[in-house]
């Protein structure tokens, strides 16, 4: 007999990882993809929430697109949407950068800012009302007249109102992500342009802000897609008011479905929202260049 026998290949183990990954593609079927299955045929019906559904084929779809409010809507919310992203992005960038330093009272800044986060949006926009009402607000009990204006009753004012609000909301959470990106930054770069002589402001712009590109695209698809789902707190701040001067895509949406029972055109109105974030999301991860593994990969 031969010594060398031939030995049968061995089998490769079996990878478990679909079998880990199946739970969360479960709750996702049931509670993302289904339900907007749901909504998307639902566009097609005629429904006023209480009664039977009837089948009218395009007739939301038709009452949608041709009412003039749809356009308005749309400016507004990628109003709200660009010029918050303005705001946030650069504050969000300056703020993570500082939070990622050594010293220890950073991290007790660090927990504060990331306070307002924590709490709801409705009770934010209560307390901002509150404070900037013009007879019993802020404004009125410090005696300063230029705080004691009518902040949510002009349609300029109350467009800075909300984007004030949902940046002070906000800014902490993304602040936390670019404290992340910072950190995993390479020190010996910064060793390296400090032999060289540059100092702080240079090193920030020549090495911080291009290793934080993917960081960047990660916050900006966060913040872009939602932006796109403010309702609670425009709702509860200005009701889409003065006039439509606040009045986005969503708010639209929960006055057609709730307010004039028409869940046809408010199921329109939804697939819309998914369809502009979609679009959305898949441009920013076409500016990143390349997809988040790779980035991920080029830190570790």
Known sequence: MSALTSH????????????????????FTCFAVIPLIGVFVLSFTTWDGIGSIRASGQTSWRAVLTDPGLPHALWVTFMVMAVSWAVQTPLSILLGTFLAGRQRYRAVLGV????????SSAAIAVAYKALLDPNFGLGAGLGIGALSQDWL?????????????VSWQFIPFHSLIYQGGVQQIPKSLYEAAQLDGAGRIRAFFSITLPQLKYTIITSSTLMVVGSLTFFDLIWVLTEGGPGDATRVLALDMYKRGWQASQMGPASAIAVILVLVGLA??????RLGGRDAGESQLEGA
């Open 153 to 165: 009753g002009r349609p300029g004012l109350a467009f800075g109102v909300v984007i004030f609000v």
């Open 8 to 27: 049968p290949p061995r089998r490769r183990p079996r990878s478990i990882l679909p079998w880990l990954a199946a739970p969360a593609l479960v709750v």
């Open 280 to 285: 959305l999301a898949l441009l920013l991860r």
């Open 112 to 119: 504060v800012y990331f306070v307002p986060l924590l709490l």
